[in-house]
C-alpha cells in the first residue's frame, strides 16, 4: 500500500482560496497512491482561533467540493484533514473528511479532545462523540486528530472496533515536537497497528510549527519521517503486518481492561 501525506504550511499571507487550489494540485499529483493524508485545519491554522468563526464553513462546503474533486481526478482515497465546520445551529466542530477514489464522502470525524485547557478550540468548537473507522480495501483506518493523540483509550475503541491503520493529521507546535514523536510510536506499538500522522510545517498564529509528519509500523518502527519544512512524505507499506505482528506477539489477546 502507498501513501503520501502532505506537509503544507499555512502561510498567513495566503488567502484560503488558494491555499485550497495548492492542496488539490498537490493531491492531484500523488495520483498512483492508495492514500492520501492531509495535516489539521490546513485552511485556517490549528492555532489561529480567531479565524475559525469567520473561515467556518458547512460540511459540504467549499473545501468539501474542492476535495472531493481533487480525490476523484488522483483515483485515490484522501483524508482531507480537517475544517472548522460550522452547522446549522450555529455550533463549530473540528472535523475532518475523508473522500474515496470516486469523490464521494466517504466519513466524517468531528475531533473528540478539544485543546486549549478552557480557551482557543476547548471553548469555541463542540466536542465530537462517534469514533470512525473506514474500510479501504487493503485495510481499516481508524480517524483521530492532533490532541486526541494524548489520549489512548481512544484508540483503544478504535482497535476494538477494527482499525489497523490510524490517521493522525495535527498542527502539532514544534516545542512540544519530541512528544509528537514518542506518542505516535506508542499508539502504534500499544495498538500493533500503523500510524499515519500528518503535520504542518511553518509557523501561523505565532506558533512554529513541528512538521515532521511519520509514519510508524506495528513494531514502533519509523519507515518514515519529514523534516520541518514543506514535504510531501511516501512510503510503501504492507498491512499485512498487522495481523503477523499480532499473531507474532498477541499482546492485545492479554487485556484484562
Known amino acids: 500500500m502507498r501513501a503520501s501525506l502532505i506537509q503544507i504550511a499555512v502561510d498567513e499571507g ?8 495548492r492542496m488539490a494540485s498537490l493531491v492531484r499529483e500523488q495520483a498512483g497512491a492508495d492514500l492520501v493524508v492531509l495535516p489539521e485545519l490546513w485552511t485556517t ?3 489561529a482561533f480567531e479565524e475559525f468563526a469567520g473561515q467556518a464553513e458547512p460540511l459540504e462546503g467549499p473545501t468539501h467540493e474542492v476535495m472531493a474533486k481533487a480525490a476523484s481526478e488522483a483515483g485515490v482515497w484522501l483524508h482531507a484533514g ?7 445551529d450555529g455550533t463549530l466542530y473540528n472535523t475532518s473528511l475523508l473522500f474515496s477514489p470516486s469523490g464521494e464522502r466517504a466519513a466524517t470525524y468531528r475531533k473528540i479532545h478539544r485543546f486549549g485547557f478552557d480557551k482557543g478550540e476547548a471553548v469555541l468548537m463542540g466536542r465530537g462523540e462517534d469514533l470512525v473507522t473506514v474500510r479501504l480495501p487493503e485495510t481499516t483506518l481508524g480517524v483521530a486528530t492532533c490532541y486526541d493523540l494524548r489520549f489512548p ?9 477494527g482499525a489497523e491503520t490510524l490517521v493522525i493529521p495535527a498542527g502539532w507546535p514544534e516545542r512540544r515536537r519530541d512528544h509528537w514523536t514518542l506518542l505516535a510510536r506508542a499508539r502504534a506499538v500499544e495498538n500493533q497497528v500503523f500510524v499515519l500522522a500528518c503535520g504542518t510545517a511553518g509557523t501561523h498564529a505565532r506558533v512554529p510549527q513541528a512538521g515532521h509528519s511519520i509514519v510508524v509500523d506495528p513494531w514502533g518502527q519509523v519507515l518514515a519521517e ?5 514535504e510531501v512524505l511516501t512510503v510503501e507499506f504492507d498491512p499485512g503486518k498487522v ?15
Open 82 to 88: 480537517s475544517i472548522p465546520e460550522r452547522t446549522s
Open 14 to 21: 495566503e488567502s484560503v482560496e488558494s491555499r485550497r487550489r
Open 45 to 47: 491554522g490549528a492555532f
Open 243 to 257: 495481523a503477523v505482528t499480532r499473531e507474532q506477539f498477541p499482546a492485545l489477546k492479554d487485556r484484562v481492561l
Open 226 to 230: 519529514a523534516g520541518a519544512g514543506e
Open 153 to 161: 483509550e481512544l484508540f483503544r475503541g478504535l482497535v476494538d472496533a
